[in-house]
C-alpha cells in the first residue's frame, strides 16, 4: 500500500496585483429636444451689460476696410467701447459709447456709419442648436456673423427703416450652421439717415442667445428620436485611458465604445437611440465591473374633442362661443392647444384657456371665442378646427419642391396690366386644359430682385397678372391615405392657387398686401383633392408695386401618431354673419357762397351740390333721397339723385342741382334738407343733413392776420413749427375767417449768435386745413426766425414787413465736463471716492447748465446714478462692496442735451485681506527638500513666509517664528531644504495691491523621517497538523520589531525562492508575540513567506523570510512480521510529512534542528506523542492550534486562542 507524504514548505513572494481604477457612473440621461433647448446669452445687450465692441466711425460706407464683416479681419487697432452706440438716452437708457453724426448738406453727413465688432466663445459646438441675434437701431442697420450675413437693412426697403430705437426692433433667428466651435465674430452696422438733415438721433445695440441643449427630460412619445448621455467619472488620481463601455438595452449589447477619462473628470457618452415600440425600456451602462440602470418609459399621445354646437349666427362685431369638450386618451400628461383654419386675419379669435393641461383620462372644456369684425361681408363662413398635443410631430414628404430648392418648372404667362382670364373663369386651372403658345417653361422663383439671399431663375417684371402651371403624377394615392396636404407659397403680394381646379387659398381680392417671404401662407387640407396619376398645381398672382415674387411647394405631412393608428381631427364649423345696414352722409360744405359774378344779372343761374354717402354696413345697398326745400325765395331745386346703390365699403355720391332766382341779394341765404334712408334694411335707418349757402359776397379788403409759434430752444435739427389765424381776424364773419393758405419764411443769423441774420426766404406754402410742419434744416449753434402770411380767398396777403413771430435757437451740441479722481493709483482699501470735475469749453461756451448727474459702474456692470441733479462740480461716493468701479457725469443743459463726460480711469476698491494659505504640507516626509506653494491666492500680490524647526521630540509651544524669507507670488514656489528627524513649521502672511493682509494663527507642519523600521525577530513557521480537502493551514509566529512608529505588518507569501510575491494580509498590532494562521495552503508546492515591518512613512524593514514544503511524496508501506502495520513508516493518522523550514540565508532553522532530517525527527516525535498542544522552541511555546509563539509560564495555555496543554 502506497501512503502519501507531504513536504510542505514556505516563501513570500513579491509583487502585487493591480487593481481595477475607480470609475463610477453616476448617471444615465436622455434628450428627445433638439429644436428648442435652453437659451444661453452669449453676448448681452449693452442696456443690461454695458458690453465692450471694438467700433469705429466712418462718414460714407465707402471708407470702410476691405473685409471688414470678415472672422479673420484685424481690429486690433479701433477703439473699444461699450453698448449702446448713440448720442442721446433712449428709453431711458444711456448711451455708453457716443456715436454722434454731423449733418452736412441735403442728404448727405459725416459720421453717419459705425461698424461695431465681437467676438465670444463657444466650448462645445455640437450643443448649440442656433440662436436669435435682437437689435435695437436707428434708422437702418446690417448684421453678420463669422462673415455671413444675416440681415442687410442698410436702405429704405424691406420695411428696414426704423423711426425710434426700441428694445427691440427686429429678432432674427440664426442657423445653427453659422456657429463655429471656438471664436465666433458677430458685426453689426448702424446708420443714421440724415435725408434732409435727418434728427441726428443715433442708436445701436444687440444681444445675441444661443440654443445649446437641454437634458430636461420630456416625456417620451412612440417616434420620438433620443440622445441617450452616460456620464463617468474618475476618482483617480490619474488619467485613465482605454476604458471600455458598454451600452444595454432590454439586456442586449446596444453599442460599445473605448474612452479615456481626465482624473476627477467626467465623461459624457453620448448615443442615439430611436425606440421601436410602446412600454417600458430598461438601460444599463457598464464600465468594468461597474453598472447603472434606469428605465424609460414610452408613451403615446391621443385625444378626442367634440364641439356642442358647431353652427352660431351673429353680427359684426358681436362675440360667438363654440364650446369644445377635449379628453386625454394617451398615456401621458400633455398640454393641447386649437388651430383654426378660414377665420379673416381682422377676426378677434381667441381660444379661452389658450392652453390646456390634460392627465391620462382626464377631460375639460375650452371656449372658442370669435368676433368678426365691422368690415367682414355678410354671408357664412366655413372654418376648420382641429387640436394639437404637445407631442404632435409630423413627417414630411416633398411632393412638388420649391424653385428655391430644385429649380422646378412651371409654365407661365403674364398680362400686360389686366386680367387674362375673368375671376369667375378657371378652366385655366384644370387639368385638362391646354395652355397655348403663350405660356413658356421657366424654373422658378419667379421675380425681378433677389429675396435676401435667393435669386430668382425667372425674370417677371411689371405690374402686372401672371399665371402659373405645375403638372405632377401620384403612383398610388394610398400612399397618401392618412396624410394631410400643406400648400406652402410665397409672393408678392396677392394671389389665388389651385389644386385640380380647386381653390385651396385666395387673397387676390381682399388681401392686405404682403412682401414675399418662404412662406407667406402655409395651407392645411385634406388629400381628397389628390388625383391618382396626373395632377396639377395652378395659382395667378397680381403685384402693383414694381416688386414680383412667385414660388410654390406641395408637401404631404404624415403624423407620427400614426405609428400607433391616431389620426388627428378635423371638424368643420360654420360661422354666418348676419347683414349690417349702415352708412354714413357727409356734406363738404355747411356754407357755399356763390361769388357776385355769378349772382349777376336777372337771368336765373344753376349750381351743383355734392353730397357724398358712405355704406358702413357689411352688405351692399340701396338709398333713397329726398331733399326739403325750406327756402323758395332765393332760389330752387333743379334736380337730385332720388336712389342710389352702393356696393359694400363704397362710397357714392349724391348730385343736387339749384338755381338761384332774381331776387338774391347780398344779404340772401338759402337752406334746404337732405335726407337719406336705406332701402334694403328691415328697419328704419334714415340721415339727414341741413345744407346753407349764403348767395352773395360782398367785396373783402380785409387781409388775414396769422402768427408762426416755435420753441425758443430745441437740440434737434429738426423741430415744429406751428401757424394759427389771429383771433380777431377769424371772429370777422364779414370780411375776416376766409384764409385759404400760409406762406411761411425764416432766415438764419448762421451761427453769428444773433449779429447778422440772412435774408427771408420762404420755407413752404401750406393750406389752411395744415396746422404745422417738421422744420428738418436745423444747424448746431443756428438762431431762425419765422414768420407767416396768410392768404384769403379773395387773393389778399398778409404783409409783416420786416417783423417775425418767433425765433429758435438750434443747440445739438451736448456739454460734458473732464472729470478727475481726488486720489493717486488705481486701487485702494478704503471704501470712499471722490471725484470732480469741470465743464469743458473745447466746442465753445455752453448753454446754461441745468445740473449733473453722476454715475459709478461696478465690474462693467450698468451704469447707477449715486448724485442726481446736481449743481455742485463735486461728489463723495461710497462703494459697498469690493470690485472695480468706474466713474463718469452727465452734463444737462437748458436745451435738454446731455453730454456723457469720458469715463474716469477705473478704481479697484479692494478692503478684504486675501484669505491665503500655505498649500497643505503632508505630516510626514522623507525628501531632503520641499517646494513650499500657495492656495487660495485671489488678488495676493506678494508675501513673507515664516518657518520654525526644532528635534522631534522636542516640541515647544507656542512655536517661535522666524522670517524665512520676503517673496512675489511670480517667485513661488518656494523650495527649503530640510533635515532628517526634525519637526518643521511654516506660515505665510499674504498681501495684496491694496496692502490689506490678515493676521493668523494657521500654519503647516511636517515631521522629516528618512529611516526605515528595525526587522522582526524569531520568525517561525508551521503547519496546523489538520489536511482537509488538499490543503492545510500554515501558522506563523515572530517577535514584533523594536522601533517605535510602526503601523503594520506585511506578510508576502510566493511559490519562487527568488520573488516577494503577494501581500496576503496586514496585522496592525502592538504585541510583542504575534502569529498568522494562513488558512487552507493547498499542497503540492513549496511556499516562501516574507515578513517585513511598515512604520508610519510606509517604508518597509528588511525582511525576515522563511519557507515550508507542502510537496506529496508516496511510500511503499510494509507489514510486520505479526502482519500488522509498520507505523514507522508514517506519521500522526498515517501520514509522513516531511518539514523543512527555515530563515533563509541566516544559517538558523526551525525548531533549532540542524537539518532537514532533523526537523523531521522533531515533528515525528511532536505527532507521535499527540500529549501536548504546544512545542518548546528557543525558550517559548509554540501552538500547534493556531501557530501563536509566547513566553513559558507554569500554566501553559495560549494567549492567542486561548487552548490549554493537556
Given at each position: ?5 507531504f513536504i ?11 487593481e481595477?481604477?475607480?470609475i ?17 446669452n ?8 454695458s458690453?465692450?465692441?471694438s467700433?469705429?466711425i466712418?462718414?460714407?460706407?465707402d471708407?470702410?476696410?476691405d ?25 431711458e ?22 461698424i461695431?465688432r ?6 462645445d459646438?455640437?450643443?448649440v442648436?442656433g440662436?436669435?441675434i ?67 438721433t443715433?442708436w ?13 427630460e ?7 428620436d ?18 471600455d463601455v ?5 439586456e ?32 444599463t ?5 461597474e ?28 362675440r360667438l ?23 379673416f ?14 392627465a ?21 363662413y366655413?372654418?376648420?378646427?382641429t387640436?394639437?398635443?404637445?407631442y404632435h410631430?409630423?413627417?414630411?414628404d ?7 430648392d ?10 400686360t ?32 430682385d ?8 425667372t ?6 397678372y ?7 403624377y401620384?403612383?398610388?394615392?394610398s ?6 396636404l400643406?400648400?406652402?407659397?410665397a409672393?408678392n ?28 401662407e402655409?395651407i ?8 391618382e ?11 402693383t408695386g ?6 410654390e ?28 345696414y349702415?352708412f ?29 354717402a ?8 340701396s ?23 352702393a ?7 349724391i ?6 332766382n ?20 328691415t328697419?328704419?335707418?334714415?340721415l ?9 359776397v360782398?367785396p ?8 408762426t ?33 400760409f ?25 389752411s386745413?395744415?396746422?404745422s410742419e ?6 448746431d449753434?443756428?438762431?431762425?426766425r419765422?414768420?407767416?402770411?396768410g ?8 404783409n ?30 478704503i ?5 470732480e ?9 455752453p ?23 446736481t ?7 461710497n462703494?459697498?462692496i469690493?470690485g472695480?468701479?468706474d466713474?463718469?457725469v ?28 500655505l498649500?497643505?504640507?503632508?505630516e510626514?516626509?522623507d525628501?531632503e ?10 488678488d495676493t ?5 515664516y ?38 513649521y ?23 523621517d ?5 526587522k ?24 514584533s ?10 506578510i508576502y ?5 527568488n ?17 498568522y494562521?494562513?488558512?487552507k ?19 518597509e524593514?528588511?525582511?525576515?523570510i ?5 510537496v ?10 505479526e ?10 493518522a498515517?501520514l ?15 525548531f ?5 532530517r ?9 505527532v507521535?506523542?499527540e500529549?501536548?498542544n ?6 517559548e ?13 507554569d500554566?501553559k ?10
Amino acid at each position: 500500500m502506497l501512503l502519501p507524504v507531504f513536504i510542505i514548505s514556505m516563501i513570500c513572494l513579491g509583487g502585487v496585483k493591480a487593481e481595477e481604477p475607480e470609475i463610477d457612473i453616476s448617471a444615465i440621461k436622455y434628450t428627445n429636444d433638439f429644436e428648442n433647448g435652453e437659451a444661453v446669452n452669449a453676448v448681452p445687450s449693452g442696456k443690461n451689460g454695458s458690453t465692450e465692441y471694438s467700433f469705429r466711425i466712418f462718414d460714407d460706407d465707402d471708407d470702410f476696410p476691405d473685409d471688414w464683416e470678415e472672422q479673420s479681419f484685424d481690429d486690433s487697432d479701433w477703439d473699444v467701447g461699450s453698448a449702446p452706440f448713440g448720442n442721446k438716452a433712449n428709453e431711458e437708457v444711456e448711451p455708453g459709447t457716443i456715436w454722434q453724426s454731423e449733418h452736412t448738406s441735403g442728404s448727405d453727413g459725416d459720421k453717419d456709419y459705425i461698424i461695431i465688432r465681437k467676438t465670444f466663445t463657444i466650448d462645445d459646438g455640437a450643443a448649440v442648436l442656433g440662436g436669435k441675434i435682437k437689435s435695437a437701431y436707428t434708422n437702418y442697420y446690417a448684421v453678420y456673423l463669422n462673415g455671413q450675413e444675416i440681415e442687410d437693412c442698410l436702405d429704405y426697403s424691406g420695411y428696414c427703416y426704423e423711426g425710434d430705437a426700441e428694445y427691440w426692433n427686429k429678432e432674427i433667428s440664426i442657423d445653427v450652421d453659422l456657429f463655429i466651435e471656438g471664436n465666433n465674430t458677430l458685426v453689426l452696422v448702424g446708420r443714421d439717415s440724415l435725408w434732409q438733415g435727418g434728427d441726428n438721433t443715433t442708436w445701436l445695440d444687440c444681444e445675441l442667445d444661443l440654443k445649446v441643449q437641454s437634458w430636461k427630460e420630456n416625456p417620451i412619445v412612440l417616434g420620438d428620436d433620443l440622445v441617450l448621455r452616460i456620464d463617468f467619472f474618475n476618482n483617480e488620481e490619474n488619467n485613465v485611458t482605454g476604458l471600455d463601455v458598454v451600452l444595454e438595452i432590454e439586456e442586449t449589447g446596444f453599442t460599445n465604445q473605448t474612452i479615456e477619462i481626465e482624473t476627477n473628470k467626467t465623461f459624457e457618452w453620448k448615443v442615439e437611440w430611436t425606440p421601436n415600440r410602446l412600454g417600458e425600456f430598461n438601460i444599463t451602462a457598464k464600465v468594468l465591473n461597474e453598472s447603472l440602470t434606469r428605465f424609460i418609459h414610452v408613451g403615446y399621445y391621443a385625444y378626442n374633442f367634440s364641439v356642442a354646437d358647431d353652427y352660431l349666427i351673429g353680427n359684426t362685431s358681436e362675440r360667438l362661443t363654440y364650446n369644445i369638450t377635449i379628453s386625454n386618451e394617451g398615456d401621458v400628461d400633455d398640454n393641447y392647444t386649437f388651430q383654426l383654419f378660414g377665420a379673416f386675419n381682422d377676426w378677434d379669435v381667441e381660444f379661452v384657456p389658450n392652453v390646456i393641461n390634460l392627465a391620462p383620462g382626464e377631460t375639460s372644456t375650452v371656449k372658442l371665442e370669435i368676433t368678426p369684425d365691422n368690415g367682414t361681408y355678410s354671408g357664412v363662413y366655413e372654418l376648420t378646427l382641429t387640436a394639437r398635443s404637445q407631442y404632435h410631430g409630423e413627417i414630411a414628404d416633398t411632393i412638388v419642391q420649391s424653385g428655391r430648392d430644385n429649380e422646378t418648372e412651371w409654365k407661365w404667362v403674364n398680362s400686360t396690366g389686366s386680367r387674362l382670364y375673368e375671376a369667375d373663369n378657371t378652366t385655366w386651372t384644370e387639368i385638362d386644359f391646354e395652355p397655348n403658345s403663350n405660356w413658356t417653361l421657366a424654373p422658378a422663383p419667379f421675380g425681378d430682385d433677389d429675396l435676401g439671399n435667393i435669386d430668382y431663375n425667372t425674370e417677371w417684371a411689371g405690374n402686372n397678372y401672371a399665371y402659373f402651371r405645375h403638372i405632377f403624377y401620384i403612383e398610388d394615392l394610398s400612399d397618401y391615405e392618412n396624410d394631410t396636404l400643406s400648400l406652402n407659397m410665397a409672393a408678392n403680394n396677392y394671389g389665388t392657387y389651385y389644386l385640380n381646379g380647386e381653390e385651396i387659398f385666395d387673397d387676390l381680392g381682399w388681401g392686405g398686401g404682403h412682401y414675399a417671404q418662404y412662406w407667406n401662407e402655409e395651407i392645411k387640407f385634406n388629400t381628397s383633392l389628390l388625383k391618382e396619376g396626373k395632377n396639377v398645381l395652378a395659382s395667378v398672382v397680381r403685384e402693383t408695386g414694381n416688386t414680383q415674387w412667385f414660388d410654390e411647394e406641395l408637401v404631404s405631412v404624415t403624423p407620427k401618431s400614426s405609428a400607433w393608428g391616431f389620426q388627428p381631427e378635423y371638424i368643420t364649423l360654420k360661422l354666418e354673419v348676419l347683414p349690417v345696414y349702415a352708412f354714413e352722409l357727409v356734406t363738404p360744405i355747411s356754407d357755399k357762397a356763390v361769388s357776385e359774378d355769378e349772382a349777376c344779372c336777372e337771368q336765373n343761374w344753376t349750381y351743383q351740390f355734392e353730397i357724398w354717402a358712405y355704406n358702413r354696413g357689411n352688405i351692399e345697398d340701396s338709398y333713397e333721397i329726398n331733399v326739403t326745400l325750406n327756402d323758395t325765395v332765393n332760389f330752387s331745386i333743379v334736380d337730385f339723385d332720388s336712389i342710389i346703390y352702393a356696393k359694400f365699403d363704397e362710397e357714392v355720391t349724391i348730385n343736387l342741382t339749384i338755381v338761384l332766382n332774381p331776387s338774391v341779394t347780398e344779404f340772401s341765404v338759402g337752406e334746404f334738407n337732405v335726407s337719406v334712408t336705406s332701402m334694403n334694411s328691415t328697419d328704419e335707418i334714415s340721415l339727414w343733413a341741413v345744407v346753407k349757402a349764403r348767395l352773395y359776397v360782398i367785396p373783402d379788403t380785409l387781409p388775414p392776420g396769422t402768427y408762426t409759434q416755435t420753441p425758443s430752444l430745441v437740440n434737434s435739427s429738426s423741430f415744429e413749427v406751428e401757424w394759427y389765424i389771429e383771433d380777431w381776424y377769424k371772429n370777422n364773419e364779414i370780411l375776416g375767417n376766409d384764409t385759404k393758405y400760409f406762406i411761411i419764411e425764416y432766415m438764419t443769423d448762421n451761427g453769428t449768435d444773433g449779429q447778422t441774420w440772412s435774408e427771408w426766404e420762404i420755407w413752404g406754402n401750406f393750406s389752411s386745413e395744415q396746422e404745422s410742419e417738421i422744420f428738418t434744416d436745423g444747424i448746431d449753434g443756428y438762431r431762425y426766425r419765422f414768420r407767416s402770411m396768410g392768404g384769403d380767398d379773395a387773393g389778399l396777403i398778409e404783409n409783416k414787413e420786416d417783423k417775425y413771430d418767433s425765433e429758435t435757437l438750434v443747440d445739438l451740441t451736448a456739454p460734458y465736463v473732464v472729470l478727475e479722481l481726488r486720489m493717486d493709483g488705481n486701487i485702494t482699501n478704503i471704501n470712499y471716492i471722490e471725484i470732480e470735475w469741470v465743464v469743458s469749453i473745447q466746442n465753445g461756451t455752453p448753454e446754461i447748465i441745468t445740473g449733473y448727474d453722476a454715475q459709478y459702474r461696478f465690474n462693467g456692470g450698468n451704469w447707477t446714478t449715486f448724485e442726481e441733479d446736481t449743481l455742485a462740480k463735486w461728489a463723495g461716493f461710497n462703494a459697498m462692496i469690493d470690485g472695480i468701479y468706474d466713474f463718469r457725469v452727465i452734463t444737462s443743459d437748458e436745451a435738454g442735451n446731455k453730454g456723457i463726460s469720458e469715463i474716469s480711469r477705473n478704481i479697484t476698491v479692494d478692503t478684504n485681506a486675501p484669505d491665503t494659505k500655505l498649500v497643505e504640507l503632508p505630516e510626514l516626509t522623507d525628501l531632503e527638500q520641499i517646494a513650499l506653494d500657495l492656495t487660495q491666492i485671489e488678488d495676493t500680490v506678494n508675501f513673507t513666509l515664516y518657518y520654525s524647526v526644532v528635534r522631534e521630540g522636542q516640541e515647544i509651544y507656542p512655536v517661535e517664528w522666524d522670517i524665512y524669507g520676503h517673496y512675489l507670488i511670480a517667485d513661488l514656489p518656494i523650495s527649503v531644504s530640510i533635515d532628517n528627524q526634525f519637526h518643521y513649521y511654516f506660515k505665510v502672511i499674504a498681501y495684496d495691491l491694496a496692502e490689506n493682509h490678515l493676521v493668523n494663527d494657521s500654519y503647516e507642519e511636517m515631521i522629516v523621517d528618512r529611516d526605515p523600521p528595525m526587522k522582526i525577530r524569531n520568525l517561525g513557521i508551521t503547519d496546523g497538523n489538520l489536511i482537509e480537502n488538499g490543503t492545510v493551514d500554515v501558522i506563523l509566529s515572530f517577535m514584533s520589531s523594536q522601533s517605535q512608529d510602526l503601523v503594520e505588518y506585511r506578510i508576502y507569501r510566493s511559490t519562487n525562492q527568488n520573488e516577494t510575491g503577494e501581500i496576503i494580509d496586514n496585522l496592525v498590532s502592538e504585541a510583542l508575540y504575534l502569529s498568522y494562521r494562513d488558512v487552507k495552503v493547498s499542497l503540492g508546492a513549496t511556499y516562501y513567506y516574507s515578513v517585513v515591518a511598515v512604520d508610519r512613512m510606509g517604508f518597509e524593514s528588511e525582511a525576515e523570510i522563511g519557507f515550508i514544503d507542502l510537496v506529496v511524496e508516496e511510500e511503499p508501506v510494509g507489514k510486520d512480521d505479526e502482519g500488522g502495520q509498520d507505523i514507522s513508516g508514517y506519521i500522526g493518522a498515517g501520514l509522513l510529512v516531511l518539514l523543512a523550514a527555515g530563515i533563509l540565508g541566516g544559517g538558523y532553522y526551525f525548531f533549532g534542528m540542524s537539518s532537514p532530517r532533523n526537523i523531521v525527527t522533531a515533528v515525528s516525535e511532536v505527532v507521535e506523542e499527540e500529549t501536548s498542544n504546544f512545542t518548546e522552541v528557543d525558550g517559548e511555546l509554540l501552538c500547534g492550534a493556531c501557530g501563536a509563539m509566547f513566553e513559558l509560564t507554569d500554566e501553559k495555555s495560549c494567549p492567542s486562542c486561548g487552548v490549554f496543554d493537556d
